[in-house]
Every structure is written in structure tokens, then in C-alpha cells.
């Protein structure tokens, strides 16, 4: 792109502010309004509020318009993401009005898909780019106020009576304060509060929300304490039935910097903006920001400037992709200690996937034959007990499915049953075919290990996963204090009464006790134990992550899986970060990672690891990834991803094959 060339804008949804953010084009020195996209061209006044654009009939006119090089998205909060990920998939830049999604979970995936795409992909605080934003964080930087202690930052208007036709009233349409205003408060507390310690910005440790549903089960007014690992504490605010000062005050150690309405900066047609300082001693002054600039102008001219200059995310104090997401995680915790949840999130409106198509299995996988299990099998399964709610377990859920994922991990434990629930309402909502799903259960964790809690829980739990069978069952722990014989035959009822229709066996089960467990069956006539769900990966465990945990990759283990053959459904098969910049020799500040897998055994692998990924071109993760899945017995991974760019990551591991030769390489022989 030449230095002169204009971006050629195309606008999703004609509302207010996508006509304040055309004056922005119109008053940049970089862009072009060339078309808007409405799903009512007949409306009156479009040509008048878009003068000299093209007005296409539907969203998807624009996406396919090759006029249009980059796509602002003006829709209701609810169709962010779903048009951001259609517009980058079709090759355009995105610039998405704030929030760029409902969650940090939404913002992640719409910026994985751009990471993908090679596209620019920015969220719309327009105020981050303005010069009076800089001044701000300058005078932080520079110590103007001394130490920050403390910010303080309000955005709340009164819209008067509740008018449950209004977008802000709506549920529906994730209305509410937090996320329309609340963003701008939290940002600039974030801004701040890095910019006390010299960085771009700074998450807190923890946030305490609290505030007002109303009677359309909306946050009216809500406030939130941010408390920072440098000790700032932040208070932000926001509201759409209070009016309030809408004041940003910065208290440091030797005095205050006060902005009114900071978000407006200098006007939204230029003007000057008033900082006004106060010093302990008792001298006031004011910083006066003369700018002649639109304010929607700089991010339109900021995201031009990344394009021309290849990168896909603005330049900071602009939000970056980490500290969008970082932003959005707050306010997630804030509106989640409200107990507000929109009702596009949930199972029974949520029935298609983000980008608002309908979810269908996908086949680039490899699939494989375990005996006892009839149904083909992904090559590894998922585990997604991770997830807060359904809206964002559903993503990952998704988007495995539609790579060709159909083993789910699940147990009667998780996240005290959310996760079976979540399970439940995936595969109902999408309209999966249960039969096409391999679905691992578990129950008996201790404290409750005893035979009669199997079939108990077992009962429980299908509640939850709104089925009558799993197809895998693991007893989560053992007690070896119990018979085994009186395991297996609670475990071969449920095999009889159809509850389990594939194979069984135990997680965290030593040899010896599989071995009891397997002769106890074949002597009585029970079904045999077909399975076994231990820690096996490249790194080996030192010490358990968890009581009652049992890790099979030492060379014994390696040798009595081969000569059993029974597959291994193995849980922390990636070594739960140890193949990541997370750990090294000289890093110790995970205790969890210090704890169970540092040895210079370990250490020799994970050098070997990196050098076959610098060879192959890939990621250690990668390298051990592959390692579990090329042993000469069953190995089933189980992953837990915690995003769908970590997912994709996790499985663009499937197609390195591994010769026996590089495994016994890798295991340091």
C-alpha cells in the first residue's frame, strides 16, 4: 500500500453511531466512505446521513463488494463478533465499535480469525488515540502526581423511564451500562495504571463488581473496584438511569490530575480539551490540548497507518489485541458478579455458532478404532471444564466438532456439574446426532469412592448430559482399602443396563489394580475392564498434581501398556505447559510447574522437543503432542484448551508423524 493510497471504508449498520463515525472518515486525512450496508435500503434519509456512499441491501453485499477494503462494524452488540469473523474471513480489515463482543472469550476468537486471515482487526475506543490520551499517560509516566494511588472514573447518563424498547433495556440485545459505557472507565483505569509502571497498560488482580438489574434484567447502574498488582486501586462506574460527574480523577502521591468526560477529549469536532492538575501544595494548572482533529478521525487514520504498515493490531495507547481482550475480561467478572447473563448466551437462543451458521461435524481430523468403541473416534478428545458458562464452553465446543472432534471429556465433578450440564445443552441446542458423539464420563472421586456412587452419580450425571448412555466410563479414583471386585460389578450393572455402552475401566489406577481388576472380571463372567485414564506425556510427572493421581509414562508403564493394548485416555498429555516459554530452568515462579515436572530428565526432553520443532518448523507443544499419539499402544489425548486459537493450535499437531526412531530420541535414548 503507497503512502497516499485511502482505505476505502464500508459501514455495517446505519445507526447513530455509524454516522458519527462517518464524519470521522469524512474529516480523516487517510480514509473514504465508499458504501453502507442495511438490511432497509428503503429507509429514509440514508443518502443524506451517507452522502456519496453506495448503499447495498445486506451485510453480506458489503462483504463481497471488492470496493471495500476495510469494514466498520455499527450493528447491536450482539451481532460484533458474528460480523467481524465474516468480514475478516471474507479478506477485509475490521474496525469493530466497542465491545468488540459480548465476552474476552468472543473478543479472542474474532482476533484468532484475523490472525488467520493476515487482516488489521481493531476495537473502536476512539479516545485511546487521541493526543489528549497520550498527554494523560505522559503525565503519569513522568511522575506529575507522583506514585499512583488511586484512579477514579465514572460514564453514566439517565435515559429517565425504563423504555423496554430501547436497545440499552434490552436483554435481548445485550443492553445494560456495563457494556455500552462501562468499557471506557475500566480502559482508562487499565491505561492508567500501566502507564504508573511504565507499560502499555496493567491488569488487576481483582475486581469487585456490583449494581442494579432492572425490571428487563439490564444493569442500570453497577460499579467495580480494580485492585492493581502495583498496588493502584481503581474505582470505575457506569450507568444508563443516573446521570453522574463523569469525571476522571488520578490521585498520586503528591497530587491529582482531573479530566472531565475524557472520552470526548477535545470534541467530537476538535476544540480544546482541559487537563487540569492540583498539586499537594496547593498550585493548580491546566494542560490545554488544542486539537483541530475529529475525534472519530484517529482511529480511522491509526488503522490505516497499521495496514500501510503490515500489522494487524493498532499501536498503543490504541487497543491492542491483549489489551482488548484484557479489558473485556474485566468487565466479563463485573457483569458476573451482577448474575447478568444475556439471553443470546444461553443454550436455548445460542443454537448457532458465532458466526451465525449452523453447526456441522467437519472431517479434517484423523479418526481412529479403539476396541470396545464401535463409533470411529477423533484422534484426541476434548476436555472443557475450564468454561465459566455455555456461551463460552460453546466456542471451543464448536469449533471442534467442526473440525472433526467427537470425543468430549466430561465427569460428574467438574465444576460442581457445569460441565456435563454445558455438555447437555451443546449437543441439544446444535441438534448434534448423539450417535455420531463419544462421550467419556466419570464419577467416584474421592471423597465418594465407593461402589454404591457409581451408578448414583452415573444417574446424575446423564440428567445433566441429557442422554441415557456414555460411551466411555472411568471410575475418576480408586481405593484400594474397596475390593475391586465390587468396583467391576458396579460398573458391569450399568454395562447391562445400557448406561454404558462402550468400554469401562479406571483413572488414576495403579498396574496391579487393572490387573486384579481384569481377572475378577473374566473369573465371574463381567464385562471385562476395557480402558484406563492415567497421565501419560513426554515430560514425565515427579510428584501429582492432585492427590490420588497416577502418571503412567515411566518405561514400565510404556511396557505394560504395549503388552496389554488397552487404551489410555491420557489426561495432561502436553505436560500442562511444561513445552511452553512458561517453564525453562532458570524460571521458578509457577510452583505447580516446578513442583510436578522439573528434572533434568524432564529438561533433557524438552531441549530435544524444541530442537525436533526448530527441525520440522513447528512448536515443542507440538513435538509432544505427537509424541503421545505415535506409541506403539492406544493413546487418547485429552486437551484443554482454554481458547479456539489454542484449539487450532493444539491440532495443527495431528499431521506430524513421528518415526519409532524419533521417539526413542525423544524419551533420551
Known amino acids: 500500500m503507497s503512502d497516499t493510497q485511502r482505505i476505502r471504508w464500508g459501514i455495517i449498520g446505519p445507526g447513530t453511531i455509524a454516522k458519527t463515525f462517518a464524519d470521522g472518515i469524512a474529516h480523516s486525512r487517510t480514509g473514504v466512505l465508499t458504501a453502507i450496508a442495511t438490511r432497509n435500503p428503503e429507509k429514509p434519509g440514508l443518502s443524506d446521513d451517507f452522502p456519496n456512499a453506495r448503499i447495498l441491501h445486506g451485510y453480506e453485499a458489503l462483504l463481497v463488494d471488492p470496493q471495500v477494503d476495510a469494514v466498520y462494524i455499527a450493528t447491536p452488540h450482539t451481532g460484533h463478533a458474528e460480523w467481524a469473523i465474516k468480514a475478516v474471513r471474507a479478506g477485509k480489515h475490521v474496525l469493530v465499535e466497542k465491545p468488540i463482543a459480548l465476552s474476552?472469550?468472543?473478543?479472542?476468537?474474532?482476533?484468532?480469525?484475523?490472525?488467520?486471515?493476515?487482516?488489521?482487526?481493531?476495537?473502536?475506543?476512539?479516545?485511546?488515540?487521541?493526543?489528549?490520551?497520550?498527554k494523560i499517560a505522559d503525565l503519569v509516566r513522568s511522575g506529575t502526581i507522583g506514585a499512583v494511588r488511586a484512579i477514579k472514573s465514572s460514564f453514566g447518563f439517565d435515559m429517565g423511564a425504563v423504555k423496554p424498547e430501547h436497545r440499552l433495556f434490552s436483554n435481548e440485545l445485550a443492553g445494560g451500562g456495563i457494556l455500552d459505557v462501562g468499557g471506557y472507565p475500566v480502559s482508562m483505569a487499565r491505561l492508567i495504571a500501566g502507564a504508573a509502571d511504565g507499560k502499555p497498560f496493567l491488569e488487576p488482580l481483582q475486581v469487585l463488581g456490583m449494581g442494579q438489574l432492572g425490571e428487563t434484567n439490564v444493569d442500570e447502574w453497577a460499579s467495580a473496584l480494580l485492585k492493581f498488582p502495583n498496588g493502584t486501586v481503581a474505582e470505575v462506574s457506569c450507568s444508563i438511569r443516573a446521570k453522574q460527574d463523569n469525571m476522571l480523577r488520578i490521585f498520586g502521591a503528591k497530587g491529582c490530575i482531573e479530566v472531565p468526560e475524557f472520552w470526548f477529549a477535545s470534541g467530537h469536532t476538535g476544540g480544546i480539551g482541559?487537563?487540569?492538575?492540583?498539586?499537594?501544595?496547593?498550585?493548580?494548572?491546566?494542560?490545554?490540548?488544542?486539537?483541530?482533529?475529529?475525534?472519530?478521525?484517529?482511529?480511522?487514520?491509526?488503522?490505516?497507518?497499521?495496514?500501510?504498515e503490515g500489522r494487524q493490531e493498532f499501536a498503543a495507547p490504541g487497543m491492542t489485541w491483549e489489551d482488548s481482550i484484557g479489558n473485556l475480561r474485566v468487565m466479563d467478572q463485573w457483569r458476573g458478579a451482577l448474575g447478568l447473563e444475556y439471553g443470546i448466551e444461553k443454550a436455548a437462543q445460542r443454537r448457532l455458532n458465532i458466526r451465525g451458521e449452523i453447526v456441522r461435524a467437519g472431517n479434517t481430523l484423523p479418526h481412529r478404532k479403539i476396541p470396545g468403541i464401535a463409533k470411529p473416534m477423533s484422534a484426541v478428545a476434548l476436555g472443557f471444564e475450564f468454561f465459566p458458562n455455555f456461551a463460552a464452553a460453546s466456542l471451543t465446543l464448536d469449533a471442534f466438532y467442526e473440525a472433526g472432534g467427537n470425543v468430549l471429556d466430561t465427569a460428574w465433578i467438574y465444576n460442581r456439574g457445569l460441565t456435563e450440564t454445558i455438555f447437555g445443552d451443546w449437543w441439544t441446542s446444535r441438534a448434534v446426532p448423539r450417535e455420531e458423539v463419544v462421550l467419556i464420563g466419570k464419577g467416584a472421586h474421592s471423597p465418594l469412592v465407593y461402589p454404591d456412587q457409581i451408578g448414583k452419580q452415573l444417574s446424575q450425571s446423564l440428567d445433566r448430559l441429557k442422554t441415557d448412555y456414555v460411551d466411555v466410563y472411568f471410575m475418576h479414583r480408586d481405593d484400594e482399602q474397596v475390593p475391586v471386585g465390587e468396583f467391576v460389578d458396579a460398573m458391569d450393572a450399568e454395562v447391562r443396563a445400557g448406561r454404558i455402552r462402550g468400554v469401562f475401566g479406571g483413572s488414576n489406577w495403579t498396574q496391579a489394580r487393572m490387573v486384579e481388576a481384569v481377572a475378577y472380571a473374566q473369573a465371574n463372567g463381567k464385562t471385562v475392564p476395557g480402558a484406563?485414564?492415567?497421565?501419560?506425556?513426554?515430560a514425565e510427572m515427579q510428584d501429582p498434581i492432585w492427590a490420588g493421581c497416577v502418571a503412567a509414562s515411566d518405561g514400565d508403564w510404556k511396557h505394560w501398556l504395549n503388552e496389554m493394548q488397552i487404551p489410555n485416555f491420557a489426561w495432561s498429555s502436553q505436560g500442562r505447559g511444561f513445552f511452553t516459554?512458561?517453564?525453562?530452568?532458570?524460571?521458578?515462579?509457577?510452583?505447580?510447574?516446578?513442583?510436578?515436572?522439573?528434572?533434568?530428565?524432564?529438561?533433557?526432553?524438552?531441549?530435544?522437543?524444541?530442537?525436533?520443532?526448530?527441525?520440522?518448523?513447528?512448536?515443542?507443544?507440538?513435538?509432544?503432542?505427537?509424541?503421545v499419539l505415535a506409541q506403539p499402544f492406544p493413546v487418547v489425548p485429552l486437551i484443554g484448551p482454554r481458547t479456539v486459537a489454542e484449539l487450532d493450535d493444539s491440532l495443527s499437531a495431528l499431521d506430524i508423524s513421528l518415526g519409532a526412531d524419533e521417539v526413542a530420541w525423544l524419551d533420551g535414548h
Not at 302 to 308: G, K, L, M, S, V
Not at 532 to 538: D, V
Not at 600 to 605: A, C, D, G, Q, T
Open 274 to 308: 482541559k487537563i487540569d492538575i492540583t498539586h499537594n501544595d496547593g498550585n493548580r494548572e491546566t494542560v490545554e490540548i488544542d486539537e483541530k482533529g475529529w475525534l472519530y478521525s484517529f482511529e480511522v487514520d491509526a488503522a490505516r497507518e497499521a495496514i500501510r
Open 581 to 627: 516459554d512458561r517453564a525453562g530452568r532458570d524460571r521458578h515462579d509457577n510452583e505447580e510447574l516446578v513442583r510436578c515436572w522439573y528434572s533434568e530428565r524432564n529438561f533433557i526432553r524438552r531441549d530435544r522437543a524444541i530442537e525436533l520443532a526448530g527441525r520440522l518448523n513447528r512448536k515443542p507443544i507440538h513435538i509432544a503432542l505427537a509424541y
Open 532 to 538: 484406563l485414564s492415567n497421565n501419560f506425556s513426554l
Open 104 to 134: 474476552a472469550y468472543e473478543a479472542e476468537t474474532i482476533y484468532h480469525e484475523a490472525s488467520k486471515a493476515g487482516v488489521f482487526a481493531g476495537e473502536a475506543y476512539m479516545y485511546r488515540l487521541h493526543p489528549q490520551t497520550l
